[in-house]
């Protein structure tokens, strides 16, 4: 079915990234996902050992467009591995509360990716995210938690193309698909409070009573829909088991496709979207390098009931983050825009984007 005869429902897409040094990408960006159907997004920002965080374009972006952005800030993780001055630095715990005080809706880790928590060492369940879990549960603020990767990315003989020329090809010295859910569920022991939603599925799509069983147990944890596009092609390899899934589990799935300012292919929203909305056996778009060249060509849809998409379009993402973004406190985010910026110029950032940012909205 073609992008426009889809359903006319609010949507949400909880799953997308706007970042770089291109501010003017915001407005295509949020053109193309309004022609695909979707009214708001919340954007990821995303922070990696030892750089400064890329949370000032996500608050340039919630700044320009305050009603239809939420944002999910990154951690600035500057002060891991880096000389820097650790006055300019805040722990976790306090970046979590500043975050949520200057208007972030939630925070966005990707610390559960097999190359990151290679990279940083710091096993998930460890005690440097002890204070700040506790606090992300205590202020309720949600996160988006990319944990794992698909298994076929441990395996050189299943892992498609597109997944090598990135370096997602893993051997034993990362760690392993296994220990990385043990991991991740020792937080969600430990911090029952915390309200999680798990990129990608939490790549579970080839073990559905896995997932259930996980969804049983955590009620506060939901799933996103965003490819992945394994997601579709293992829930293809069962349709009846997997529509069953989505029927049941309704209320904890939450639409996202990883759509980006810098990648404007409305191929990626269309197959979720057709494969949620209808019955069709249709062949993956070959126009996304993270779709193809693969061994699987078709995909098929589960075509849900209208009430099941509501809740899977946005009321879901609304329930558990809130029914509007917060909105930006101008005077909280400039001062985090000062501090970014005094981070970048430690670090030889450049571009300076925490300054740009900062420039732009006080002009
Ligand atoms: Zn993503």
Redesign the pocket.
Known sequence: MDLSELAKLPIIDC?T?FGGDDLGALEPMLEAEAEAGIDRVNI?TVGFPGQVSADPVGIYAKARHPESIYLFAGLDQSFLGRDLDHRLTHSLARQAEIYAALGADGIKMLSGKPDARKESGIALDSVVYDDYFARLCEIDLPVLW?VNDPEEFWDPERAPEWAKAPGWLYDDTSPSSESLYLECERVLEKYPGLKIIF?HFYFLSDFLPRAAALLDRCPNVHFDL?PGIEMLHNFGKRPEQAREFFLKYQDRLIFGT?F?GSRLMLSRIWVVRNFLETDETFHVPTDDDLFWPDHRTTIRGIALPEAALKKIYAENFQRLVSAQPKALNVELAMAELDRLAMVSDALGTSPNMARRVAATLAA
């Open positions: 799953h990234h990821l990319h990129a965003a990883d980006s």
